[in-house]
């Protein structure tokens, strides 16, 4: 059964940084792209990141371009967020996504982790 572990998530002040991990269980890993979602109160769940089976495609939505990067390490079954110049609109629950469907429009696959709270507050 695949399963996706999200850690990293907490509190930090505008301009911070924050590292998220998604660690996926079984073997296909290396066969999926991979996508990071988040979900803000009160709104639809949106596209943050994503990224190809071996990593040479990379798409990122607008809000995040410059300040996050997304990688994966297909020996650990890991894909990341790296979250620099942290601002209070990206706080949400933050998701990964296996199976993420890398066409002109990027859509999600069918297995999600649990979740992960980001806070940028002051």
């Known amino acids: 059964q695949v399963q996706l572990v999200e850690s990293g998530g907490g509190l930090v002040q505008p301009g911070g940084s924050l590292r998220l991990s998604c660690a996926v269980s079984?073997?296909?890993?290396?066969?999926?792209?991979m996508a990071w979602y988040r979900q803000a109160l009160g709104k639809q769940r949106e596209l943050v990141a994503a990224i190809s089976s071996g990593g040479g495609t990379i798409r990122y939505t607008d809000s995040v371009k410059g300040r996050f990067t997304i990688s994966r390490d297909n020996a650990k079954n890991t894909v990341y967020l790296q979250m620099n110049s942290l601002k209070p609109e990206d706080t949400a629950v933050y998701y990964c996504?296996?199976?993420?469907?890398?066409?002109?429009?990027?859509?999600?696959?069918?297995?999600w982790g649990q979740g992960t709270q980001v806070t940028v507050s002051s």
């Open positions: 079984g073997s296909i890993f290396s066969s999926y792209a």
């Open positions: 996504n296996l199976g993420t469907r890398m066409g002109p429009f990027v859509r999600p696959g069918d297995y």
